[in-house]
């Protein structure tokens, strides 16, 4: 991380000397001389180092790729950028200017793409060239195996010598030993032990099916331990999706294996971080336009300019969701009569030209302003800015099981269904939406959804 250190002094050095930022004739002091500023460039030096905590690898990683690693580079100097908005924003740090945000996402995005880039050849060229070369023994003789040690041999950059096979059963051996093209078969796994006394093995990569017994596989964890070899296993694709989420904690000296634990705890404090700055800045600035559209709404037609609703929240937590009253007062009432003419399927309740909705209320809906209430529930923590849409009590009692999952973060204001077609979408594709934006969840992922907000709210796309 000293890389990241040196690169924020360097780039705030550059974004102090404003008039060489500046236009013309405009001037400014050179470094921040406001309480409000030196706060700001700590929260922005904590958030930095935090997203690039997140999205870029430190550690020495063989099989990276750098294509990926320079696009999650990009991702996190992008990130950051925008932190460094929002941050000078909130606190009107006057050191800050657009022009200075630009240039310091450009030169961190630039010096460290060059230098990981760099690295990367130096690495490349001393691998192929003989260097640090490793040796490597496959557990597991099939098809799978063989598919990822072709991958292996297509990249010599990765600095691999293929040792063999070794296989899980007799059938699997005398079945390789006819097809094995890269290596030969070694023996069987029980013949581990022999077979590391007598080769050179570097590393291991285990590519074993996930029925394999727990008494096999801890028998080659400990032949690598003892030896002092690497050990690396790849599952099979139905097992990622588990283990990804695998998560190792200690309980009074005792390693507890944890599944499913949230792990993204830091990217989550930095998205509440932006919750809070973003709603409570809104709230400040939209605060004329809510005055005149709560005069108009008790102007036009009889009741409250708000409606508050009970909706189910993270993890079945009920709360009060507010927005500007669209429909007439007894609209809840009337539902029931309606129920024939609901034209989404599943749970949900919609109808295209619903007679409940004012004239007013159908402007406020069409522009997505009635939801603006929300950033109340932001800013109160009951939601977020990016999430599920909050459903109702009586839909979550009518879910199937595995509708559930969108209720295990919080709800927000907009989510991939409000910026994909919303209304024109089925409620199993508006389901599978949050499935994949829950499992899939990161900072970079709201960043994009916000994004694609602004475009559909502007021209009210999938609105109703």
Not at 379 to 395: A, I, N, Y
Not at 439 to 450: Q, V
Request: aromatic share 10%; proline share 4%; with cysteine.
């Amino acid at each position: 991380m000293l890389d990241q250190v040196v690169l924020i002094a360097t780039a705030m050095g550059i974004i102090y000397h404003r008039p060489l930022l500046s236009l013309p004739g405009k001037s400014a002091p050179l470094v921040p001389n406001h309480f409000s500023d030196s706060l700001g460039m700590l929260l922005l030096g904590l958030g930095w180092l935090g997203i690039f905590s997140c999205y870029v690898n430190y550690k020495s990683d063989p099989f990276g790729n750098i294509r990926f690693q320079l696009r999650n580079l990009l991702k996190a100097t992008t990130l950051a950028a925008f932190w460094l908005l929002v941050v000078s924003a909130v606190f009107s740090i006057r050191s800050v200017n657009t022009t200075g945000v630009v240039i310091f996402w450009g030169v961190v995005t630039v010096v460290n793409s060059m230098s990981r880039v760099a690295l990367k050849l130096f690495l490349i060229s001393a691998r192929r060239s003989g260097y640090n070369r490793r040796y490597l023994l496959v557990v597991g003789a099939s098809a799978r195996s063989e598919e990822v040690v072709s991958r292996i041999v297509k990249r010599p950059e990765l600095g691999y010598n293929l040792v063999g096979f070794i296989a899980e059963s007799e059938e699997s051996r005398q079945t390789w030993e006819v097809k094995a093209g890269h290596a030969p078969v070694l023996g069987m796994i029980d013949d581990l032990k022999g077979i590391l006394e007598r080769e050179r093995v570097d590393e291991m990569l285990v590519c074993l099916s996930g029925d394999v017994k727990f008494l096999t596989m801890a028998g080659i964890i400990a032949h690598a331990r003892d030896l002092g070899i690497v050990l690396r296993i790849l599952p099979d694709a139905a097992e990622n999706a588990v283990l990804r989420k695998l998560h190792v904690e200690e309980f009074e000296n005792e390693f507890v294996l944890t599944l499913f634990r949230e792990q993204l705890l830091l990217q989550l404090l930095i998205k509440r971080g932006v919750d809070v700055f973003a709603s409570g800045a809104a709230l400040l600035l939209l605060s004329p336009l809510l005055t005149v559209v709560a005069l108009l709404i008790k102007l036009t037609s009889p009741g409250p300019a708000l409606f508050a609703q009970d909706r189910v929240g993270m993890n079945q937590r009920r709360f009060r969701l507010y927005k500007f009253r669209s429909m007439v007062v007894d609209a809840d009432e009337r539902k029931k009569e309606l129920a024939h003419l609901n034209e989404k399927d599943g749970p949900a309740f919609k109808i295209l030209n619903d007679p409940r909705i004012t004239k007013l209320g159908r402007f406020l809906r069409k522009t997505s302003i009635d939801e603006l209430p929300q950033l109340f529930n932001v800013l109160r923590g009951e939601m977020s800015l990016v999430g599920p849409r909050p459903p109702l009590p009586d839909e979550v009692s009518r879910y199937d099981w595995l509708f559930r999952r969108r209720l295990s973060v919080k709800p927000g204001i907009t989510c991939v269904w409000q910026v994909s077609g919303r209304s024109s979408t089925t409620f199993d594709e508006w389901m599978k939406m949050d499935k994949h934006y829950v499992e899939n969840w990161c900072l970079w992922l709201d960043f994009k959804i916000l994004l694609k907000t602004i475009p559909a709210v502007l021209f009210c796309k999938g609105a109703a």
